[in-house]
């Protein structure tokens, strides 16, 4: 497609820490009219490992190789630890990433940053180049619980809790932030069976995405289950489709220890109360189904079982 008929985006995913990053950056990647100017790996905690950010850029890596997009595509890391305070950045490839493309946004060709884990790089980003503020950026984080007492977690919700000093960091500033909380995104969810008939088969990176999910399941999952929800994929649904999602404009909070919204800010932000399952699935459905006949194509490449 022409350059002004896409969207210059950033993906900044925890990839290893579940199961529903995968299927976010695949879409993003198949989606003609987002111009990827780079994947960022995240770090997710230490709940489940030392090295997470690590994992997270070689989960990367590895969905780049099964989609013939090996050295491609920049990817960049991002930083393996929280910031330490709402004062000082944690410094990395992925931060500077963020603030090189920002100085390139303009109102007809403004940059989309998707996090799909914590807001660490942002943050570093706006305390490294406190000027990103004022570009023509938007910030799509899925994190956060519902507002008006809608509440879908006991504690801090997972993204936010991995560094609630980054989120506060970046919900203070004047950055225009599009939030998807957990009450929204949890509701899109599919089965085993539907990811079987839709895109099992179809190539060796559709069995990955629906493989690595069953197992991710099984590991962290003591109760019988045949579903997850792909919580991160409304970021790609929405740069794709930005009136795909019904938004409410709410004065910027400020989060505390325990991941409950204070007042804050008041910097208006746009959080979204409802996306468009039916568009966001079929539509990555569709794109991985084409992935797989356009692979079917190219000479050297190992068959799928359909």
Do not use: C
């Amino acid at each position: 497609m022409p350059a002004a008929a896409r969207r210059r985006v950033i993906v900044n995913t925890d990839a290893k820490n579940e199961a529903d990053d995968q299927f976010a950056i695949v879409h993003a990647l198949l989606s003609p009219t987002l111009d990827v100017r780079g994947l960022i790996a995240a770090h997710f905690g230490r709940r489940r490992s030392d090295r997470s950010m690590a994992e997270s850029r070689e989960e990367i890596d590895k969905l780049l190789r099964l989609m013939d997009l090996e050295g491609k595509v920049t990817v960049a890391n991002g930083s393996a630890e929280p910031i330490e305070d709402e004062t000082t950045p944690q410094d990395s490839p992925g931060a500077r990433l963020i603030i090189e493309e920002s100085r390139l946004a303009s109102p007809d060709d403004r940059l989309y940053v998707a996090f799909l884990g914590p807001l660490t790089d942002m943050a570093s980003a706006i305390l490294l180049d406190p000027g990103i503020v004022g570009r023509d950026v938007v910030v799509i984080w899925i994190g956060g619980v519902g507002y008006g007492g809608i509440e879908t977690y006991p504690g801090p919700e997972f993204n936010l809790g991995n560094d609630i000093a980054a989120a506060n960091v970046v919900f203070g500033s004047q950055m225009t932030v599009w939030q998807v909380p957990s009450n929204v995104y949890s509701q899109v969810s599919v089965g085993y069976a539907e990811l079987e008939e839709r895109i099992g088969g179809t190539s060796g990176l559709a069995d990955y995405l629906i493989e690595q999910m069953v197992e991710w399941n099984a590991t962290y999952h003591p109760e019988p289950i045949e579903s997850r929800s792909l919580g991160d994929s409304p970021a790609i649904s929405l740069m794709l489709y930005p009136r795909g999602g019904q938004f409410r404009t709410v004065p910027a909070p400020r989060f505390g220890r325990e991941g409950h919204y204070l007042p804050g800010s008041g910097n208006p932000i746009r959080v979204v109360e409802t996306v468009d399952v039916r568009f966001l699935l079929e539509d990555m459905f569709a794109k991985i189904r084409r992935f797989g006949r356009q692979q079917l194509r190219r000479p050297g490449l190992p068959p799928t079982r359909r």
